[in-house]
């Protein structure tokens, strides 16, 4: 009789936060870590939809690749982030997926206005980014935008609800839905 229970085990944070279920239509914008998109695909199942996408056809092999081999089905294409190759109000849960990062204010922009294009009425969008580094190593490994200039971005756009669901883990996740 063991005296302590084991633990089940518990999905990543960053699937937690997306907040994907069975059924969603998924779109995953940016590739880099494939790990995350193999994970976040595999939520959907069988009977949802999940598009993976990046500008480096080499990035978004490697995350459907890497989806396939956890088990999931990944639909993967190569197109610029500012055209998205969908039609309007095709997803119900877009997660921008640390693609901000080297990226303009302008072309941060273009995104999102693409990202809402291709949500329906009431999905949502939440972008994962590294969150923001302090002191030296703020200066030395350079940082992405903050959460402020996201939230910022994403009311740009159009969404609403726009906020902050945590930063924990090196990471920040900024949620925000389509208006109705």
Known sequence: ???????????????TMTGVKLGDRLLIIGCAHAKLVAQLALKPGL????????????MAARGAD??????ALVESETAPLTM???????????VVNHAF???????????LNEARRVLRDGGRCIVIEPSGRRGLMALVSGSGPGTVAIESAMT?????????????????????????
């Not at 009789?1 to 699937?15: G, N």
């Not at 890497?66 to 088990?71: F, I, K, M, V, Y």
């Open 66 to 71: 890497t989806a396939l081999r956890e088990g």
């Open 1 to 15: 009789m063991p005296w302590f229970k084991s633990a089940t085990p518990q999905e990543p944070l960053a699937v």
């Open 101 to 111: 990062r080297g990226l303009q204010p302008e072309r941060r922009s273009a995104v």
């Open 47 to 58: 009977t949802g939809r999940t598009c993976a996408l990046d500008e480096d056809a080499a």
């Open 156 to 180: 740009a756009a159009g969404f609403r609800a726009v906020r902050t669901l945590a930063e924990h883990e090196g990471l920040a996740f900024v949620e925000a839905a389509r208006r109705r």
């Open 84 to 94: 998205l190759p969908h039609n309007d109000s095709a997803f119900d849960i877009v």
